[in-house]
């Protein structure tokens, strides 16, 4: 089945304690994405990759790293979270940044910092 | 640049009556439009997308969307709603150039009353 895996679903944690949220697609799309989803404002991405080693800013950046070593993964790493950081993350992929191309999204990370 | 807006946060209609949310957009160049949907502690799904075909897009579960160039309009509709259809919509806008990236509207709530 085609998908897009995040893990942890839920995670509460406190400030300042690193943590990765990981993302993997079995569907061989070179384009990947991370969003995070507040009441109010939408969706607003954070990073996108358009392949392997290519990374770029998104939105809102401040405050995240990713990394593209493999093509199925893009994790997500929060250094040092702060409470402004709590928020549903989605990450998303499609076959290519062509943009008539629709996403896939994951079923989503609810992070809670403290 | 693009952008997209959805108006109504929260949208209730009766089971049976129609469905009507709203959607319009600015863009340079022809757009490309999506509507998704997400269901509760699920990532967003793909209802339909426009992108230069026909105006007049069938989706998934019923739903449809007429793109109406004069008026920079995507509305969605759905004939006779199903308790099934409360989630949360989110229109969108992207382009051919490859320095658009997809933008997300804030999201329309729909209720369905019994």
């Known amino acids: 089945e085609a998908q897009v895996t995040q893990n942890p679903r839920y995670l509460i944690t406190v400030t300042g304690k690193k943590l990765t949220v990981t993302c993997s697609q079995n569907?061989?799309?070179?384009?990947m994405s991370w969003y995070r989803q507040d009441p109010g404002l939408g969706l607003r991405q954070i990073y996108y990759?358009?392949?392997?080693?290519?990374?770029d800013k998104g939105d809102v950046p401040e405050g995240y790293k990713v990394s593209r070593k493999e093509k199925r993964n893009f994790p997500l790493i929060l250094e040092s979270p702060s409470p402004n950081q709590t928020s549903l993350y989605f990450c998303?992929?499609?076959?290519?940044?062509?943009?008539?191309?629709?996403?896939?999204f994951g079923d989503g990370t609810r992070l809670s910092i403290l | 640049a693009q952008s997209v807006t959805q108006l109504g946060s929260h949208v209730s209609v009766s089971e049976g009556a129609l469905v009507l949310l709203r959607c319009n957009y600015s863009s340079s160049v022809p757009p490309y439009l999506f509507w998704y949907v997400q269901y509760p502690n699920q990532g967003l799904q793909l209802l339909l997308k426009y992108t230069s075909a026909a105006t007049l897009v069938k989706g998934i579960n019923g739903f449809e969307a007429e793109f109406k160039k004069s008026e920079t309009s995507f509305h969605l509709t759905k004939p006779s709603a199903h308790m099934s259809d409360a989630a949360e919509y989110f229109c969108?806008?992207?382009?051919?150039?490859?320095?658009?990236?997809?933008?997300f509207g804030k999201g329309t709530r729909l209720h369905i009353l019994p």
């Open positions: 569907m061989n799309h070179e384009y």
């Open positions: 998303a992929s499609s076959p290519a940044i062509v943009s008539n191309q629709p996403q896939h």
């Open positions: 990759s358009m392949n392997v080693e290519v990374t």
């Open positions: 969108a806008v992207s382009s051919m150039n490859r320095d658009d990236k997809i933008i």
